[in-house]
């Protein structure tokens, strides 16, 4: 194994920058290919000079004394990480296994400015469930997977708890060794003490929507008579958080609270919270009303990061867990998602489509006897194609491309190929790839210690 790099060389297209001035160590990428960061210090640094093809294995550990075993390990993490070798160790396929949005109804108790969903009445009733995870459970079966995630969405899912229950219920039940995990994504406006100790009990990861801090969530996530939601939806993420529950708090920026980022970085950190910063899909508002503020936004954000930065380095903020425009450094690929592959919507009317963003795309019905992966191969081959970052020209000399991938690939066709927040990836990359390093870097010292 070691004769594989015996003359070890750096990869083509090494990134290597400093993770933060007050500390001294690197964060490294190979962006020719789908591959993880790695932090390293300035003695591991010191090492991966020497990996010019000229040396061998014993004239770099003759050179920096260091012992054969200690240089083999050291080694063996570059290759890895495809530091030293273009083999990429990453699986586009993402054999995990497959996850299924599945809408419980169309209907909701907000009004928030930007949501996609074209609202009704229509929920998901308990025959048309059971048949779907039938479907689930059948297509595990045939593709020799065995693991199924269900995400609960909407409208606002918990408008049909019941069903939702049942689902969790039937699924867990099952006696196809099949592996149910269990998501939500919810506004937190109806989260009892009842759904709170049920989400519980099943292990549920919550995505809960807050768009700001009083005004600024108010303004956008409110009901239909105006009435802010801040107040309840605070106090029932304290709840959640109590139980020990997953949950992370995700804010989508709109040209309405641009302004209010910063003061809500500052509830994340005092918290300690897990948080999605992600920027509004404009299906029906004028993409220009973010563009037009892009200056300042980048300010605040900015602003942010620097804050982010401070309390990681102290330690204030030691959670790991956060996304920062699509942006996955721990998960590098050449898709943003699974769409068509691995990632299904379901309607109200058991109908698999594309992804939850594109339930007008129906691939199979849940009564109907076709094999799912077969059918959408079949019939969204060109769309997977597409999605795929490495067919993009756009994105060929982009160092950031394997870990925003282009953003979501259904609003990217509807933008006619062309992702209108690229500027924000270009100016912000290397400062959010930073911060993921300056996370791993802490969270290992705080371990070690």
Known sequence: MILNFYYPKICDKLFIDNINSKIKCSLLYNYAIPSRILTVNTKVLNILRLCNGKNSVDDIARKLRIKDSSLHNILEKFREYNIIDTKSIIDDENNYGLTFWLYMTYSCNLHCKYCFVKKSSTKMNIDTAKGVIDKIIDTCKKNNINNAHICFGGGEPFLNYNV?????????????????????????????????????????????SLDGIGKHNDKIRHTFDGTGTYDIVINNIKKIKNENISFKINYVITDTNIFGVYDFIKFIIKNNYSFNLILEFSYNNDINNILKHKNRLLKQINKSFDLLEKNILNNKYTCIDYNIFWMKMDYPNKFACGAGRNLFGVDCNGNFCLCSQAIDKKIVNFKDNDNLLIRSKKINDEFIFNSNVSNNILCDECRFRFYCKNGCPVYIKYMNGENPYCFIIRALGDRIIRLYALSTYAFSVRNNN
């Open 164 to 208: 939702m229950k049942y689902i969790v219920n039937y699924s867990s039940d099952n006696k196809s060794n099949i592996n149910f995990s269990f998501g939500v994504v919810t506004n937190g406006t109806l989260l009892d003490d009842e759904k709170i100790k049920f989400i519980s009990d099943h292990s549920f990861n919550v995505l809960v």
